[in-house]
């Protein structure tokens, strides 16, 4: 071990690391029903050289606060196949099983943030993230093996920025619960601070929109298509009607980032629109409207 251990403390590096490999892990239970096998380890090893696929993700700790990914090719597939097969989509390319391997992603980090914002004390959030190759000056690294029930262990590679360390190692005493309390063997922390337990994070009902939580994306109501032939587009003039694909009284689709989460009814409030909520679709049918 280098004297990376006396600049950025061991302990700040080992939450970090759990808070995110157990994320991963709710993520990926959520999206097919099954428990994965989540391992972890801090680690200065590099990952394998050739095709890694690095993310970048930020947080509003401060500025640079930042974590990377870097998943080789056989593990962000697998992940991605593993999440559409349990939805019952077999025959999947391969930005299908990326675009899905980064949805876990997104909501673990929404979740990770409110790890952060526990622990700190104060809220919070994600940042726009990216596909970025890391910077070689980066030193604390782990390593994470998620197992799934198909397969052997898939690993990803965590690096974390010095501004996210350091943003970690004074957290608010009143803020120490959670992956905090876990992690520490001798337990007295968990119990200073029992009015601070983690347990809406962790109730079934209310967590999978739990994750979505500090997640900024844009919302759309779908009331219906229609195909037209080029003809008959050119046709269309102030007053013409296009016939929609979907009847008065039948539910309209609320769209997440295009991905249809629930359908309901269309009200009138105070003059203007809205939706009422009628139902959440199921974890395969919304996974099926990714494609």
């Known amino acids: 071990m280098t004297d990376r251990s006396a600049s950025q403390p061991r302990a700040t590096l080992e939450w970090l690391t759990e808070a995110l490999a157990q994320r991963l892990g709710e993520a990926l239970e959520l999206m097919t029903g099954e428990t994965a096998q989540v391992a972890w380890t801090t680690s200065e090893a ?5 095709e890694t696929t690095w ?5 509003s700790l401060q500025p640079a606060a930042e974590v990377w990914i870097g998943a080789p090719r056989a ?11 349990a939805a019952g989509i077999e025959a999947v390319s391969e930005a299908d099983r990326k675009n899905t391997y980064y949805e876990i992603l997104g909501q673990a980090f929404a979740s990770m943030a409110r790890a952060l914002s526990e622990r700190v004390g104060r809220e919070i959030s994600v940042e726009e993230g990216a596909e970025s190759d890391p910077p070689d000056a980066l030193e604390a690294g782990a390593v994470v093996e998620l197992t799934l029930s198909d397969g052997a262990p898939l690993s990803l590679w965590l690096l974390f920025s010095k501004p996210l360390l350091e943003g970690l190692e004074q957290p608010a005493p009143e803020a120490m619960g959670g992956v905090v309390a876990r992690q520490q063997e001798p337990g007295p922390p968990a119990r200073e601070a029992p009015e601070e337990a983690p347990a809406p994070a962790r109730t079934g009902g209310g967590r999978t929109l739990d994750l979505l939580l500090d997640v900024e994306m844009p919302v759309s109501v779908s009331f219906g298509r229609a195909q037209l032939a080029l003809r008959d587009v050119l046709k269309l003039t102030t007053g013409s009607i296009i016939e929609l694909n979907r009847t008065v009284n039948e539910p309209v689709e ?15 409030i105070e003059g203007n629109y809205g939706v009422r909520i009628q139902q959440i679709i199921s974890r395969q049918e919304r996974l099926r409207t990714l494609k």
């Open 46 to 50: 590099a990952p394998p050289p050739g």
């Open 55 to 59: 993310w970048r993700q930020g947080f």
């Open 75 to 85: 593990s962000w597939s697998a992940i991605g196949a593993h999440v559409l097969a």
């Open 254 to 268: 609320i769209i997440v980032n295009n991905c249809v989460i629930a359908r309901g009814e269309v009200v009138v």
